[in-house]
C-alpha cells in the first residue's frame, strides 16, 4: 500500500521523502563591503544600545564525548522568553565564540540566571581561555545534565530546538524540559557596562 502511495505521488510530481526540498527561502547574508559606509558607527551603537537594561545569565552545558575536557559555559545577556506554548527560550552567541561549539556538539544547555551578589561569577564565565568551572560549585540539572550552579535564583534546562543566523551572531532556540526558581533574592542587571541591582 505503502509503495503505491509513493507511485502515485511521484507520478503527479509531488515532493517524497526521497525527493527532498527546501520549504523556505535561504536569507541573503552578506558583510558590509569594504567601500560601504557603515549604517551605524559600532561604538554609538553599543552605547546607545547599552541603555537596554539587561538581565544576566551564565549558559551552560556538559562534556560531550568529543570534548571530554569537561563542562562548557559562557556568559550572556542576551537571553530571553520566546514561547509559552511549546515553552522556548533563545540566547544569541557571536559566531567567533570558541564555546558555542562545544554547546551545539552537546545538544543540551543550561542558563543560569545570575543574582545580585554573583557579578564576579559573571566575570569569571566572561574570560575566555581560562577554566571557568575553577572553583565554581555546581550540581547537573535534572533532565540534561548540564551545570546547574549552585544559588543561583533560578535555571531552565533545555534542549537545542533550532539555531539561526543573525548577522554576526547565532540565534539559539531552546526547548524547556525542566526549569526551576527561588523567590528570594534580586537579579543582577547590566546597564550601560555596569552591574547593579534592582530597586521597587
Not at 10 to 19: I, K
Not at 49 to 76: Q, Y
Amino acid at each position: 500500500m505503502a509503495a503505491t502511495v509513493v507511485r502515485y505521488l511521484r507520478s503527479v510530481g509531488a515532493p517524497t521523502a526521497a525527493e527532498p526540498y527546501d520549504p523556505l527561502p535561504r536569507p541573503d547574508l552578506r558583510a558590509v563591503g569594504a567601500d560601504e559606509r557603515l549604517p551605524v558607527d559600532p561604538a554609538e551603537f553599543r552605547a546607545v544600545l547599552g541603555h537596554f537594561a539587561t538581565g544576566v545569565t551564565v549558559v551552560t552545558a556538559p562534556p560531550s564525548s568529543d570534548t571530554p575536557a569537561g563542562p562548557a559555559g559562557f556568559a550572556c545577556q542576551s537571553f530571553a522568553s520566546l514561547s509559552l506554548d511549546p515553552p522556548l527560550v533563545t540566547f544569541m552567541v557571536a559566531r567567533t565564540s570558541t564555546t558555542w561549539p562545544r554547546i551545539a556538539r552537546a545538544g543540551v544547555f543550561c542558563v543560569n540566571v545570575l543574582g545580585a551578589d554573583q557579578g564576579d561569577l559573571c566575570r569569571g564565565f566572561a574570560l575566555s581561555g581560562a577554566d571557568k568551572f575553577a572553583g565554581v560549585g555546581y550540581a547537573p540539572a535534572p533532565v540534561t545534565g548540564s551545570p546547574l550552579l549552585d544559588s543561583v535564583p533560578a535555571w531552565i534546562d533545555c534542549r537545542v530546538q533550532a539555531v539561526h543566523t543573525g548577522g554576526d551572531h547565532l540565534i539559539v532556540v531552546g526547548r524547556v524540559e525542566a526549569l526551576g526558581g527561588s523567590d528570594d533574592g534580586e537579579p543582577l542587571l547590566f546597564h550601560r557596562g555596569r552591574f547593579g541591582r534592582f530597586s521597587a
